[in-house]
């Protein structure tokens, strides 16, 4: 160890100090501290296993999720594309209750009174905490796009969230026939990504492609000029898909109107766009226990401190994930992801005085657009006073070898297993 | 005296029989020379294998197990190697490294250890797989002395400060919450290369090599832009004592 890492780790463990000295009231005051984390997808159940894990044993962890299994958004268009099956990407449980010992709780979490620092269920009942973890993902502003709602999206649905929704999207996609035209609206920024839907797009492209449905159209009304990865795409879709995917952004389409799911037709100022299948992918926002809990103040997402992910609103509060204002970081499960381990890594140092290592935080994510030809777009974050800032990215290029998407295919099958098995044990 | 009589002898033998004699001599020539050849071109191509296999009988094991004498050995039967389940389960089915069986492994390796934790991909090649088992089915103790001693495993000085560091596990098990988002902990490679158990001098010649780009990858190289010499030893040590 050298001199200059003495010193970090003198501060480290001065900062642990200053942090056992505020933690004895909670130590005094029952048998164990208490974890609650609210939330089971990619930020949740790291977040719980990892303070499980960690603790090992010396923090009650109780982890609320109505579901009793969770299907992944990352990989949800390769089941569209037929790629994985949908129990491929449906994971339970289990082991974070018989590996970490964490409590589950399924059930719908419904308020959090921050003064007497306890959760409400919906059978309600009261979960009390020392320090909450939120991680609810996203919930859709379905009228951002006018016309469209929750009942709406039975009809042409959004599949944002995984799980009946990508059931049902599947469903209409594979009973799509020649001559028919799906039409997806696109979100505006900053929306959850996975699932992306540039290559949400691609894979139906690859369905109607290998079904020889060659008169058959994709048409994407984008409320943004340009999109993460374009370049990428259109060289794709030209190559594979020519004629087949048609991109409008808003200075084409001039603006989306609204949608008429029960006749199928998206208007813009440009035109009426008729789809046999709609897709509809509205604006989103936190998930609504967030913003309920004021824990948004008037944003549509929550302010955290990028050194660890507290909530800016509630000392005793973390927010990750999609739900969270986390900077130059995008709204993917692979950020949830890292940014569960810094809150559970602060969460056990508020807890137990166990120390507390500098924030790090990094992204990547893959898409498909055909068969073996995978692109990917990463980077790597630092904490700032004022936000999590991006250090340094990197983008597949256009024009690379048939070998390299391969690799890189073969790379995010990998990957897909490892962060499972790190959110899910 | 003697070439006289030499060519004395072929003049008394069938125009024919001398052919022969001539044609068999020829051949075994070539075959010595294609031999050597094949000895030669596989050592060049082993040096895809080199980053993780060492052949030095004097040497221990490496990211893989040593591979000296490789042929003719039961799979998973190097002492003090930590093998994957993939491997020993193909190994107590009784798979022994024939070259047939080497050849097999090297064209696609999860097609015979499915489960392998090499992350290796495979040769195409008919004629390179060759050579390489050529190589390593002739390859002695002699032929490693003098350049083992010399190279090192691949340039020694990369990551030398790291390397001379003690690493501290529990900064190493704190940084790797960054890595398992993508290498499993428990060792399987399913697309992305495990990395758990590696001597740590390999480990951190390795990410060194992202870092510089000796080894080319994008996402490595950013993970690996912000790792100092004590964070990279730290990390070796506490994979390093991973999967023991």
């Known amino acids: ?425 | 005296m003697h070439a006289f009589r030499s060519i004395g002898g072929f003049a008394l033998m069938g125009r024919t029989a001398a052919l022969a004699v001539f044609a068999v001599l020829f051949v075994c020539a070539d075959v010595r020379a294609s031999d050597e050849e094949a000895h030669v071109r596989g050592r060049e191509l082993f040096s895809k294998c080199e980053r993780c296999h060492e052949l030095n009988p004097e040497r221990g094991n490496r990211i893989g197990p040593n591979l000296f004498n490789v042929i003719g050995r039961p799979a998973a039967s190097v002492e003090g190697f930590g093998y994957s389940q993939g491997m020993r389960d193909v190994a107590s089915g009784g798979l022994v490294w024939t070259r047939e069986n080497l050849d097999r492994f090297l064209t696609d390796p999860r097609s015979v250890v499915r489960r392998t934790s090499m992350s290796f991909r495979g040769l195409d090649d008919d004629g390179e797989r060759a050579d390489i088992i050529a190589f390593l089915s002739t390859v002695k103790p002699d032929d490693f002395a003098a350049r083992s001693d010399a190279d090192g495993p691949a340039g020694a000085e990369i990551g030398a400060a790291a390397m001379s560091m003690q690493g501290d596990t529990a900064y190493g098990e704190y940084l790797s919450t960054e890595c398992v988002t993508c290498h499993q902990t428990s060792g399987a490679d399913e697309g992305i290369p495990a990395i758990v158990g590696w001597p740590e001098e390999d480990f951190i010649r390795a990410l060194f090599e992202y870092k510089s780009n000796v080894r080319n990858h994008p996402v490595m190289k950013l993970i690996t832009s912000n790792l100092g010499d004590e964070e990279i030893a730290s990390l070796a040590a506490y994979f390093s004592q991973l999967g023991q």
Not at chain 1, 148 to 174: F, M, R, V
Request: hydrophobic share 40%.
């Open chain 1, 1 to 425: 160890m050298n001199g200059l890492t003495r010193r970090r780790f003198a501060q480290l463990t001065l900062g642990t100090a200053v942090t056992t000295l505020a933690a004895p009231h909670i130590l005094r005051a029952q048998a164990k501290p208490r974890a609650v984390v609210i939330g089971g997808g990619a930020g949740g159940a790291t977040a719980a296993r990892y303070i499980a894990k960690d603790s090992e044993g010396a923090i009650d962890v109780t982890l609320i999720e109505p579901n009793k299994t969770f299907t992944t958004c990352f990989f949800s268009n390769l089941y569209l594309g037929g790629f994985r099956t949908f129990d491929s990407i449906t994971h339970s449980y289990s082991r974070l209750e018989s590996g970490y010992g964490i409590k589950i709780v399924h059930q719908m979490a419904t308020a959090i009174d921050r003064d007497a620092k306890e959760v409400m269920l919906a059978d309600g009942s009261k979960v009390p905490y020392d320090r909450l973890v939120v991680s609810p993902g996203i919930d859709l502003i379905y009228d951002s796009v006018p016309g469209y709602s929750q009942e709406a999206a039975q009809i042409a649905p959004h599949a944002w969230k995984a799980g009946p929704q990508t059931l049902l999207l599947k469903n209409k996609l594979d009973a799509v026939e020649n001559g028919q035209q799906i039409v997806m609206v696109a979100p505006p920024n900053p929306y959850r990504c996975p699932p992306g839907p540039y290559e949400r797009v691609s894979m139906m492209a690859h369905i109607l492609k290998s079904k020889g449905l060659t008169d058959a159209k994709i048409i994407v009304l984008d409320p943004k000029p340009k999109f993460s990865k374009q370049a990428l795409f259109q060289e794709g879709w030209m190559k594979y898909y020519p004629g087949m995917v048609e991109w409008f952004g808003p200075d084409v389409h001039g603006g989306i109107k609204g949608v008429d799911v029960a006749e199928g037709k998206v208007e813009t100022d440009l035109d009426i766009f008729e789809g046999a299948l709609l897709n509809i992918i509205p604006a989103q926002k936190a998930g609504a226990i967030v913003t309920d809990s004021g824990l948004a103040g008037d944003e549509k997402f929550c302010a955290i401190d990028p050194y660890t992910m507290r909530s800016r609103a509630d000392d005793n509060i973390y927010v990750i994930g999609d739900a969270s204002i986390a900077g130059d970081m995008p709204k993917s499960g692979f950020s949830a992801n890292s940014q569960a381990k810094v809150a559970a890594m602060s969460v056990r140092g508020d807890l137990m005085g166990s120390k507390v290592f500098p924030a790090r935080y990094s992204n990547t994510c893959w898409s498909l657009i055909e068969t073996d030809d995978g692109v990917k777009v990463g980077a790597q974050y630092q904490p700032t006073d004022e936000k999590i800032a991006s250090t340094s990215t990197f983008i597949s290029q256009t024009g690379e070898s048939e070998a390299v998407r391969k690799t890189t295919y073969e790379e995010s099958v990998g990957w897909y297993a490892g962060i499972t098995a790190d959110i899910f044990g």
